[in-house]
Each structure stands twice: as structure tokens, then as C-alpha cells.
């Protein structure tokens, strides 16, 4: 009985810890695209080629349609968080561009005219009219208002190199050489890990997969455990995780997998 305890003990310590996440290959789908961005339970995806950001879904009943803006360099990073407020950022041009779901022009913000000039190297979708931009002016995470171009959070200076930013309408992580943070809606650091050698960051439902080389890891929400998953040896040029669904573009196929979490 004594014996049979410790091994029921041990049994669930193993199954509570877990040391890595499997993944199980759903299907693949060729993708012609310089850059995969997103897709959604909806079968919507979205992604990039020849600085053309485009959607293709069943609505647009096999046309994908697109969006440009050549007088704007080329397409920094875009963020479909909001599908009916969709963003992009164009660096050279220090401007975000608002799409609606149509990929529609809705609003425009040149950060260059602003009378509180920002100088801005990653931006990230905040709740209602508000993006989170890192300002590299002053080093600070800053919740923006495009609306009424006013500044409605900021944080402390931010000491190293920002690699990634991700978020969704109340927080945001903060991906620097050094460490992570996670900052909340009014610029309050949170939490505060460090890095040991991640480059990019994706978010699910605030879960964290980290990508290092080629190679991705999971952090479990409310964990301080970061534990790899398991993958086939394949290139990893983007990669997206909705719902425990992970997805991983190669510059050839889209592959899809399902992440066995316990």
C-alpha cells in the first residue's frame, strides 16, 4: 500500500509538471507568401506578399483580396487581434495604418506630425482606439489613444533591446534581450522573467510560446516553467497559436498542429 502511494504520488507530479508539449500534425496547406500572419477558426488567413497584405477566406469565395501602400516602404509588422480593426505598421514611415475587416482604410496615424513626436519601433493592438507603441525617444511602453492622439499609460523607461511586443485589451508582454515583461492596461509592470536567448513571442489566451533559433517553447499562464514542444525538423520562419492550434510556416506550407497540453 506504502508502495502504491509513492507511485500514484509520482504519477501525478509527472503529469502536473510537464517537461515538454507534444505536437500532432492536423493537415498542411500551401501558402504562396513571403510572410504568414494569422488565420482563425473561421479559416481566415492572412498574410503578405510582395508588400501586399492579403486576406483570403470562404467569404471571398476563393479571390483573396488586399491591401497596399507602396508610398509607405515596406510592411514592418501587422496585427489581426481585432479582425475589424486590423493594423499596420510601416517603420520606415514611423505610420500605422487601421483596416476594417474588408481591409478598408479607416484611420491613419503619422506618428511623424504629432506635436508629441514619437519615434516608434513596435506597435501592438490595445482595447478600444488604442495601440500600444514602445517609443524608442524615450525607452517607455505607452498605451496611445489615436483618437485624440493623447498618451493614456506609459511605463518606466524599458533598459535593453526590444525584440517582440504582444497583447491583447489588457495586457502586454514585452519581449527584450534580457527579460520579458508583462505590463497591465494602465502601465503597471507585472511580472518580470528573464530572457535566455528568445527572439519573438506569440500569445495564447495568455499562454506564451517563445521561439529561440528554430526551435519554439511553452509557458503555461501563472507558471515560471518554460518547457519545449516538440516538433518534426522543420524551418520555422513564422509561426501563430490560437486555441492550443499552433501553425508554423516554412516559405512553402502551412502546417497546422495540435498542442497536447495537460
Not at 516538440?230 to 486555441?243: A, C, E, K, S, Y
Request: a neutral charge.
Amino acid at each position: 500500500m506504502k508502495h502504491f502511494f509513492y507511485l500514484l504520488f509520482f504519477l501525478s507530479f509527472s503529469v502536473s509538471s510537464q517537461e515538454y508539449i507534444e505536437a500532432s500534425l492536423i493537415e498542411k496547406t500551401k501558402l504562396d507568401a513571403d510572410a504568414f500572419v494569422s488565420t482563425n477558426n473561421f479559416d481566415t488567413t492572412f498574410y503578405i506578399l510582395d508588400n501586399v497584405l492579403f486576406k483570403h477566406s470562404s467569404e471571398t469565395k476563393g479571390i483573396d483580396i488586399g491591401y497596399s501602400n507602396f508610398q509607405l516602404g515596406t510592411i514592418t509588422s501587422v496585427n489581426t487581434f481585432n479582425p475589424l480593426k486590423i493594423n499596420i505598421f510601416y517603420k520606415d514611415f514611423n505610420t500605422v495604418l487601421i483596416l476594417d475587416n474588408r481591409l478598408a482604410e479607416i484611420f491613419k496615424i503619422d506618428f511623424n506630425t504629432l506635436s508629441d513626436y514619437k519615434n516608434v519601433s513596435h506597435i501592438a493592438t490595445g482595447s478600444d482606439n488604442t495601440l500600444w507603441v514602445f517609443n524608442e525617444n524615450t525607452q517607455q511602453l505607452e498605451l496611445f489613444d489615436y483618437k485624440t492622439n493623447t498618451t493614456r499609460a506609459q511605463t518606466l523607461p524599458i533598459k535593453s533591446t526590444v525584440l517582440d511586443i504582444k497583447s491583447n485589451y489588457n495586457y502586454c508582454w514585452v519581449l527584450t534581450k534580457t527579460h520579458l515583461f508583462v505590463y497591465d492596461y494602465f502601465g503597471n509592470l507585472l511580472k518580470k522573467m528573464k530572457n535566455n536567448g528568445h527572439q519573438s513571442i506569440a500569445l495564447d489566451n495568455e499562454n506564451i510560446i517563445f521561439k529561440k533559433d528554430n526551435n519554439l517553447f511553452y509557458l503555461k499562464k501563472n507558471t515560471g516553467t518554460i518547457v519545449p514542444i516538440v516538433l518534426p525538423n522543420l524551418l520555422i520562419n513564422q509561426f501563430f497559436v490560437t486555441n492550443e492550434t499552433l501553425y508554423i510556416y516554412n516559405n512553402e506550407t502551412l502546417h497546422k498542429y495540435q498542442l497536447k497540453i495537460n
